[in-house]
């Protein structure tokens, strides 16, 4: 059953755990961003591509249509609450970062945009397979 998920999800897990060092590691060290909300939109991205990472693998690489209440869950629910998660870890766990709920609400934006792409991908997906918009 592991291997199974594993094997499923290996490109969302993968993704996570390049997520979670990306959010864990030391930016005392790194230089300065180019620009002064960089790490907002580092957490849009992070999170767009999240959504859209878990709805690939949930539609097996895009040859299946697959339910709405999946895409919600995968796609939008699963990375907003990973945000939580990794900001309340910040906050609580760690000495050289801290937990800010500005990145959560950008880490939010992008799961809800990477949600509305899915959602467009998969009515593409649906009409591919049966010729019929929807």
């Known amino acids: 059953m592991k291997m199974k998920v594993i094997k499923k999800y290996g490109l969302s897990i993968l993704l996570c755990l390049v997520i979670l060092v990306l959010c864990f590691m ?56 990973f945000s939580g998660v990794i900001e309340l870890m910040q906050e609580h766990f760690t000495v050289n970062r801290s937990g800010d709920w500005m990145d959560f609400v950008f880490d939010a934006i992008g799961s809800s945009v990477g949600l509305a792409i899915c959602l467009i991908i998969n009515r593409r997906l649906g009409k591919e397979k049966t010729g019929i918009p929807r």
């Open 26 to 81: 030391n930016v005392s060290a790194l230089p300065e961003a180019p620009m002064t909300d960089f790490d907002k939109v580092a957490h849009f991205v992070m999170f767009l591509g999240l959504s859209g990472v878990v709805f690939f693998d949930n539609t097996l690489y895009l040859k299946l249509r697959t339910s709405c209440r999946r895409i919600v869950l995968g796609s939008f629910l699963f990375p907003t609450l």
